[in-house]
């Protein structure tokens, strides 16, 4: 795929089967990971700052474009605004 200029992002990492096991084994295949808040919108700040956390540094130690979808509060917008891993 890359030979022929495409990227491969997966969609909703941590819901359905884009689980971490899918992913680490279609590592070496995936240039971005995308992790929708959406799905925890009954959780409390701390625990979706660590899910948040954990796929970043995943994204990081694996040279992955990071894009998180749903920031709904402002103190964690400007927490990561700025990151160039996080799009």
């Not at 995308?34 to 919108?41: A, E, N």
Request: net charge negative; proline share 2%.
């Amino acid at each position: 795929m890359r030979d022929l200029g495409f990227e491969i992002a997966i969609d909703d990492v941590c819901e359905g089967s884009n689980s971490y096991a899918f992913i680490k084994r279609h590592l070496p295949a995936i240039q971005r990971i995308k992790l929708s808040l959406l799905i925890f919108k009954d959780e409390d700040k701390e625990t979706v700052m660590n899910f948040i956390h954990a796929w970043l540094t995943f994204a990081q130690k694996h040279q992955l474009d990071f894009v998180i979808e749903g920031i709904s509060d402002q103190q964690a917008a400007q927490k990561f605004a700025g990151n160039p891993i996080i799009l």
